[in-house]
């Protein structure tokens, strides 16, 4: 049994065509809202989801409350910006009868700004998101980009999601503020300093992975403007660190 799990907050605007691009392959569609303010749920419903309630705190959390909630042997995640195509879910349908796999990562087809982006990092996008039911859980300690610690081996499939990722530069520049703030915590954490030559030479060193040796130059226009927003957000990862320096700890 397949169940396909969404986890949700006021998606109003996304998740009917994201449930009716999974309900033909899906024996469960299985909804976790985070008490959405809109009509999220209801749409859920209508589509044949059932729908259970849960306040995040994390998302690792909140997925594996979701797997604890499906009632499948198998689990497909979908975000409600994402959208399946009949090709992968007859895929999944195939890899996962009688597969000796714990789970398997999805390739994604990233729109950005309205334009599928090739390169400049964001292909090939794979994401853990088909998982055997008692041997896979998300790492707690992995606030964003979540962690799938496995338990036996993991393939990966051929057939992409489609991720509509940004829409607009200020939604774009949200999200990564939040990627942003967690990664300067994380190495503050690891007892990284921000040195002054970081200021110049970190951003530049994005730039030239993401335009250059990621290919960035043949997404175009595209892929010039977010290897330069890639560049600024290291520019604010370094600012942050340095201007919340890691705190020595000394014996008294």
């Known amino acids: 049994m397949l169940s396909v799990v969404l986890l949700t907050h006021n998606e109003q605007k996304h998740i009917r065509a994201c449930l009716e691009s999974v309900r033909d392959f899906a024996d469960e569609l299985l909804v976790l809202d985070d008490f959405s303010a809109d009509d999220t749920p209801a749409l859920a419903r209508t589509l044949g989801a059932r729908v259970e309630f849960r306040r995040l705190d994390n998302f690792p959390n909140q997925r594996n409350a979701a797997i604890e909630l499906a009632r499948g042997d198998w689990i497909f995640f979908i975000d409600a910006d994402e959208r399946a195509t009949p090709a992968l879910g007859a895929e999944i349908r195939g890899v996962i009868r009688d597969s000796p796999f714990a789970g398997f990562w999805v390739p994604r087809r990233n729109i950005i700004f309205g334009k599928e ?16 039911r008692g041997c896979a859980r998300f790492d707690p300690a992995r606030a964003v980009h979540e962690l799938v610690q496995w338990d036996g081996e993991v393939g990966y499939l ?42 110049i030479g970190q ?26 927003l890639m560049a600024y957000y290291a520019f604010v990862r370094w600012k942050m660190l340095w201007d919340n320096p890691v705190v020595e700890q000394t014996n008294r």
């Open 203 to 228: 951003p530049a060193r994005e730039f030239f992975r993401r335009y250059i040796s990621l290919q960035g130059w043949r997404d175009g226009a595209h892929g010039l403007l977010l290897s330069a």
């Open 117 to 132: 982006i090739r390169h400049t990092g964001w292909s090939p996008d794979y994401q853990p998101r088909v998982l055997r």
């Open 158 to 199: 051929r057939e992409p999601l489609i991720h509509y990722n940004y829409e607009t530069l200020a939604q774009f520049r949200a999200k990564q503020i939040v990627y942003t703030r967690y990664e300067a915590h994380v190495w503050r954490a690891e007892g990284k300093r921000a040195r002054w030559r970081g200021a």
